[in-house]
């Protein structure tokens, strides 16, 4: 790969080690060396020189081929790839406010950038022939695969689109890129602001020892004394506060703060900034001759179009909300036998809910969450990972990563060759935004010379007191899981081009290998293997295994509603017409929602205010519906298992690892999901999955 040499670059570059090739273990990047200031000058360094690879494949004299221009334009731009990833990584997981001020600089000339790529005329011209001309071109299938995709991405990003029209896009996608990164660090903001000082045994009343630890550790993080302790707006701190704590006002006073991100007045908030971003999605959407946004973004998806969304929405809403309605009654009933009067509140929920859930199954997570110690599950996912596709991990602490709570592991072969780098980023911290989610550093393409990608697993568990475990609830061993399933998915990728790599396939494809690789850790024989007590080392009980088991569908027509919910809302206001859009976006939000019949006390799992999979970039807008998509694919993945009697039967096994973890975006999901089932998947598994089938919900059948 070309580089700068620093003679050619002006004085304040000189020295820049993102100018200059990584001899680091792997390609990793240099981290202990790269600062803040040496990413601009950098990538518009790289900028040019993608640039310049665009003219020649568009002033070549030759006719085009599939080589000198298909497979050319995807080898173009790997230089600014790996350093967009690696800000892109760091701003996520290790920011800092110079770090930040560099995302914001960024985000319009990279959206630029992206927009002068895709619209290359010279570049369009050669590939807009080809893809006339593809199906008399004698292409292999995945060769045939990357014509299409890159094709439809180019006119998609406006290449036909004439000259005034390209300038209005290109200005709307540069726009929208700022406004996103904006969003994203506000949300940042609120939530690294905020934190609740408990002091004293009243304040800590009905928080079990691990939440309390927890509350401790993170007290201490913020240098605040021993007696403190602090709820933070961080998922596994403040869902289990809310879980146990006896203190009514405390919850609710926690529960104003997270449902609020965003929302605050002051420079943090978020409610402008959507409002503008919708109005810009529907231009963008416009320009492309569609009335608006989400038939926009559905044309390029295995849905299709609104109709199918809407009716699996639909269909699992009007199941949900009588699950929903019957757990809120079991609420009541246990509020009234404690002496508790009035309706359950948000911020009641999951504290009754969880007294219900010991009550009927006898489970309580204080009893469960010494057999989830975090160095346990993570054996786990290794060991699922050998058995079904014969690759193993070794730890590599001699390999330095961007922090010191990121642990790094070499992936090797079946054949024992080394295939991977495999980077996990398991604490919540303030620089690191929420959620969990999957990042790479460089994809898999033998078309790039990339033959072990680099991935990365990026989780929010509460970090525990040096020198004690720490020990994750079942669903937080679930989201482990869950997002290891996206690492393998871009570990395990075997493609020839990078645009077809690993996890770059249609949106409401992707959490197919994340949500299906969950599975595994409720199967017994894996629980008796590696769920062992932090302490004693002993086994998991099977009494226990089975509570587990009966309790796992409690809880579900809250979880599926507060989702659904969710989708529904993402749905109707990017499907909105209006160019003005919805204006006051929590009117909206609230609107739809009574429209809908949405229970006050569940609410949506993310407001719109803070809604990061919609407003911190558009990957998932207009589709959050893709989890319960591909939880329609995964329950009925699973089944092949089940009906094999083995669930690491090597048969099916390999079927998996052929037919979708493997194949990146090579053929396109219906036919990938078909080679591997047989056939298409059908929704009963999933309502099994939920308990919203007639039979277990107690349902007249419809």
Known sequence: MKRFRPEETPM????????????????????EEIRPEHFVPAMQAAMAEQRLELDAIGAQAEAPSFENTVAALDRSGAWLYRLDALLSNLTASATSPALQAVQRELAAPLAAHDSAVKMHPGVFARLDALHAQRHSLGLEPEALRLLE??????????????????????????????????????????????????????????LPDFVRAAARQAAAERGLDEAAHVITLNRSLIEPF????????????????????????????????????LVLRNAQAREHGFDNYADYVLTDSMAGGQQAVRQLLGEVWQRALPAAERERQALIAMMRSHGVEGEPEAWDWR????????????????????????????????????RLFGVRFEARPDVRAYHPDVQVYEMFDAQGRSAGLFLQDNFARATKRSGAWMSDFAYQSRNRGVDRPIIVNNNNFAKAAPGQPTLLSFDDARTLFHEFGHGLHGLLSNVTYHRLAGTQVLRDFVELPSQL????????????????????????????????????????????????????????????????????????????????GMPPAVGMRHRLPHFQHLFAGAGYAAGYYVYLWAEVLDADAFNAFVE???????????????????????????????????????????????GLLPAEAGLPAP
């Not at 002051?266 to 409610?271: A, L, W, Y």
């Not at 590696?530 to 796992?552: C, F, M, S, V, Y």
């Not at 206001?573 to 160019?579: E, G, Q, V």
Request: proline letters at 6%; hydrophobic letters at 40%.
């Open 12 to 31: 304040h570059t000189k020295n820049n080690p993102l100018l200059s090739p990584w001899s680091t273990p792997f390609g990793l990047p240099p981290f």
């Open 351 to 386: 504290y009754w809910s969880e007294k219900v859930r010991q009550a009927r199954y006898d489970i309580d997570d204080a009893e469960v969450k010494p057999y989830f110690s975090l160095e346990r599950m993570v054996e786990a996912l290794f060991d699922c990972a050998q």
């Open 242 to 277: 809310l879980t146990y704590s006896d203190r009514r006002d405390l919850r609710e006073r926690a529960w104003a703060a997270w449902s609020r991100r965003g929302e605050m007045d002051g420079e943090t908030d978020n409610r402008a900034l959507i409002q503008r971003i």
């Open 517 to 596: 690789f969950e599975h595994w850790l409720g199967e017994p024989e894996v629980l008796r293997r590696h769920a062992r007590h932090w302490q004693t080392g002993e086994p998991i009980p099977q009494a226990l295994i089975d509570r587990l088991q009966t309790a796992r569908r409690w809880g579900q027509g809250y979880e599926t509603v507060s989702y659904t919910g969710s989708a529904l809302v993402d749905l109707e206001i990017h499907a909105l017409s209006d160019p003005a859009g919805p204006g006051d976006v929590v009117a909206f939000e609230r609107a739809t929602l009574q429209r809908l």
């Open 644 to 690: 094999a009697g083995n669930p690491f039967d090597p048969m099916v096994a390999q079927r998996l690892l052929r037919h979708i973890y493997a194949v990146g975006d090579t053929v396109d999901p219906t036919t990938a999901y078909t080679s591997f089932r047989g056939r298409l998947p059908a929704l009963e598994p999933l309502l099994a999955k939920r």
């Open 149 to 206: 995709r890159l094709h439809l991405d180019c006119v998609r990003a406006g290449a036909r689109l004439g000259p005034d029209a390209q300038q209005r896009y290109a200005a709307i996608m540069q726009e929208l890129a700022t406004l996103c990164t904006q969003f994203a660090q506000n949300v940042l903001a609120d939530e690294a602001a905020y934190q609740l000082v408990l002091r004293g045994e009243d304040d800590l009343a009905g």
